[in-house]
């Protein structure tokens, strides 16, 4: 049996015939063995065809076809062009040989060519490959190279596919640059301090914030040229006429020393640059919110931008954000403390970066712990909206912010918190609310019969929830037992009613209802007609007794 054997290569297709598999098919080093002398390897081995690709474009799509496992059309006509024609119901004299199974399998569905791919074949594949070059004729040396090099990298770039609308690649990067422009600007701030005490030192304590101290120094710049007159100028930067008016008095005692005009530039000019990072410090951020709320609203709304950007970036992405439980969500950003913990056996973190939300802040030292489990809970759950609905909403998160502001209203003042169910329902009302209003193009009687059915299942379905308590988050769903009782005592009046209704059925005297039902007798019925039995059975044999001892008499 022939073998051929297809080579994808980054300039087009070629099918090669092997020749004498029988010799040396049953020993595969002798085939490694031969591989790297192209003179023994070349009487084996013979080009039947080669199809160039047209363009860059066309061995991009190739390729991915190649590497789905999928046949395309120029593939088909190419192997149907040259290799042997099968007919029906008779079997092939060849077989094709692959290096992708997957590949070979669809070719066997579509073209019925028995098609093989085992270690035999990827040898001779791997001597193909090594001696590709001298195979095709007009191939210069070099352009099999260029070839793969721009294969290799449009196919990567096509792999790399994303929305640039939510690319979240662009928050972890405007977090981080946020968290070290925080750390520059403080350390070049107090070098501004430091610097400008030298001259002004009383000018400290008067001005606490490090930009508003960077601007007055840039505006006072030598303290001996204060006066009066520019405390009108130094009210709209500082904002507080008494405090400029304090500055101007304490230029006038100042025990500083003086700077000569050269020093007096620089300290100008580098709290100019503090100033400059300030400015963008506030547009980097900015930035990041809007980002936050293209990408994540949920989670933007219920834990804040920065703290959930930070979340992100620590994750990787947000979809292996949505991918981490709400266990591991809790302690992110403290794994030298949980490994710590783990190592000593000791107590494990509660929190990670979880911590700097407002609402752990705000909850007691006793419940941050638990408040920490159940934001983390509820971080969970927006990642995983975020990551995964199609149309962004920032309405989900504000619920879930709502459940947790009602969590703590719970643990510092006891009041019972809405259920999961609920809240999600309501969620869910609002958000195709808004979708209705949005679709003007649909007639406005198809949304409003839509409306009122899914009512109407809410409706007929609520009994039915309520009837069995639900564990949701933690949430309270126990009926307390008054209900409980009130229910039973309901149960019971509705089943005697019912009987009663069975008794006034009217008889038709042969023992069978006016509706065709045969007559039931009851137990409480049956129970009185045995005890009357009872008695007079006992009666009459006191009668009997009695005439007896008469007659004896």
Not at 49 to 63: G, I, K, R, Y
Request: aromatic share 6%; proline share 3%; with cysteine.
């Amino acid at each position: 049996m022939a073998l051929y054997l297809l080579y994808e290569s980054a300039s087009g297709y070629g099918l090669f015939l092997a020749h004498g598999i029988d010799e040396i098919g049953q020993n595969t080093e002798a085939v490694r063995n031969s591989i790297t002398d192209l003179n023994r390897f070349g009487k084996v081995v013979k080009l039947e065809a080669f199809n160039p690709f047209e363009s860059a474009l066309d061995a991009l799509n190739q390729c991915n076809a190649v590497s789905e496992g999928q046949m395309t059309e120029e593939l088909q006509n190419f192997l149907e062009r040259s290799l042997p024609k099968v007919k029906e119901g008779k079997k092939a004299k060849f077989s094709l040989g692959l290096a992708e199974p997957k590949l070979g399998s669809h070719i066997h569905e579509v073209t019925k060519i028995p098609c093989q791919s085992n270690e035999f074949v990827l040898e001779i594949l791997r001597g193909v490959r090594l001696h590709f070059e001298k195979f095709i004729e007009n191939l210069k040396p070099g352009d099999l190279e260029k070839a793969q090099l721009g294969l290799s990298h449009s196919y990567s770039r096509a792999k790399v596919k994303f929305n640039v609308n939510r690319v979240d690649n662009m928050v972890t990067q405007a977090i981080v640059l946020l968290d070290t422009l925080d750390k520059d600007i403080n350390t070049f701030a107090m070098r501004v301090r430091e610097w400008y005490s030298w001259h002004f030192p009383e000018l400290v304590k008067i001005v606490n914030d490090n930009y508003l101290y960077a601007k007055v120094a840039k505006f006072v710049d030598d303290k001996s040229q204060l006066s009066e007159d520019k405390i009108s100028a130094l009210t709209e930067i500082v904002g507080d006429e008494d405090k400029a008016k304090e500055i101007v008095e304490a230029a006038k005692a100042s025990m500083g020393q003086d700077l000569s005009p050269v020093d007096l530039i620089n300290v100008k000019l580098f709290a100019q640059r503090v100033m400059d990072l300030v400015e963008y410090r506030k547009n980097l951020y900015d930035y990041l919110v809007a980002k936050m709320h293209d990408i994540a609203p949920n989670l933007a709304a219920l834990i804040g931008e920065v703290v959930g950007a930070r979340l992100i970036s620590h994750a990787g992405s947000l979809t292996n954000l949505a991918k981490c439980p709400s266990s591991t969500l809790q302690i992110l950003g403290a794994e030298k403390a949980l490994f710590r913990a783990l190592k000593t056996k000791g107590n494990t973190p509660k929190y990670g970066l979880i911590f700097h939300s407002s609402f752990i802040g705000r909850a007691s030292a006793r419940n941050k712990g638990r408040m920490a489990r159940y934001l983390a809970n509820k971080c969970s759950i927006a990642s995983r909206l975020d990551c995964f609905l199609d149309k962004s909403t920032t309405t989900f998160g504000e619920k879930l912010r709502e459940q947790v502001e009602e969590r703590l209203d719970f643990y510092d003042k006891g009041v019972a918190p809405r259920k999961n169910l609920d809240v999600m329902k309501a969620a869910i009302e609002t958000v195709e609310d808004k979708d209705t209003e949005m679709d003007v193009d649909e007639p406005s009687t198809k949304k409003s019969k839509k409306k009122k059915s899914k009512v109407d299942v809410v409706e007929y379905a609520q009994p039915m929830i309520e009837d069995k308590p639900l564990e949701t988050n933690g949430d309270v769903s126990e009926e307390p037992k008054s209900e409980k009782k009130k229910k039973k005592k309901e149960k019971r009046k509705s089943e005697q009613e019912a009987e009663h209704e069975e008794d006034q059925i009217v008889d038709n005297g042969n023992g069978v209802h006016e509706d065709g039902t045969a007559k039931k007798k009851k137990k409480k019925k049956n129970k009185e007609d045995n005890g009357e039995e009872l008695q007079t059975a006992v009666e009459i044999k006191k009668k009997k007794k009695k005439s007896k001892v008469q007659d004896d008499e």
